[in-house]
């Protein structure tokens, strides 16, 4: 199975800052990555495919690159309702596997 | 909109059985391959299972081969997971979600199981 490592773990943040999290596969995945946003009590929410292809309705502050093994997410100027868990996911190979999560926090 | 609603989850005992539903609408659910996620309380998310559009391919982590069965009923615009032998590690909110150009697109509210005696 490959393996998905995020970090950090968690990140403490305030509003207007830049945020970037990291994502390392196992193995090479090529550009199989995808990137969630899931806030407390409530379903993830797609916010990244293909490592950098941006979601409609998702804001312009969201990015993503990266390929092979190595991926980031960056949030150019969090806002409020940004805080939350993020979470990485590849989909190079079964069974599809997820990053163990990086919960945003406010500072 | 899309919509997916998952039904069926509840306490059920160590070795137990239960069936989940998801209702979909929207889009077109004969059309697109169907997953089951999941996310123990407190925990991470975890791939369960896919299925193709017309239910010919279906895929599992290893966990729970042998033991879940993922199906559809495209007539109804339903997904289902009919889960046994069921575990103390099963215990989870399950999620279904629409798995399109390799991502898990959208994604109901989620039915919690708790496996407990």
């Known amino acids: 199975d490959i393996q998905m490592t995020q970090s950090p773990s968690s990140v403490s943040a305030s509003v207007g800052d830049r945020v970037t999290i990291t994502c390392r596969a196992s193995?090479?995945?090529?550009?199989?990555l995808a990137w969630y946003q899931q806030k407390p009590g409530k379903a993830p929410n797609l916010l990244i495919s293909?490592?950098?292809s941006l979601q409609s309705a998702v804001p312009s502050r969201f990015s993503g690159s990266g390929s092979g093994t190595d991926f980031t997410l960056t949030i150019s100027s969090l806002q409020p309702e940004d805080f939350a868990t993020y979470y990485c996911?590849?989909?190079?190979?079964?069974?599809?596997?997820f990053g163990q999560g990086t919960k945003l926090e406010i500072k | 909109e899309v919509q997916l609603v998952e039904s069926g989850g509840g306490l059920v005992q160590p070795g137990g059985s239960l069936r989940l539903s998801c209702a979909a609408s929207g889009f077109t659910f004969r059309s697109s391959w169907m997953s089951w996620v999941r996310q123990a309380p407190g925990k991470g998310l975890q791939w369960v299972a896919n299925i193709n559009q017309d239910g010919s391919e279906k895929y599992y982590v290893d966990s729970v081969k042998g033991r879940f069965t993922i199906s559809r009923d495209n007539a109804k615009n339903s997904l289902y997971l009919q889960m046994s032998s069921l575990r103390a590690e099963d215990t989870a909110v399950y999620y279904c979600?629409?798995?399109?150009?390799?991502?898990?697109?959208?994604w109901g509210q989620g039915t919690l199981v708790t496996v407990s005696s």
């Open positions: 293909a490592a950098s």
């Open positions: 193995q090479g995945i090529g550009s199989w």
């Open positions: 996911q590849q989909a190079n190979s079964f069974p599809y596997t």
């Open positions: 979600a629409s798995f399109t150009a390799m991502v898990f697109d959208y």
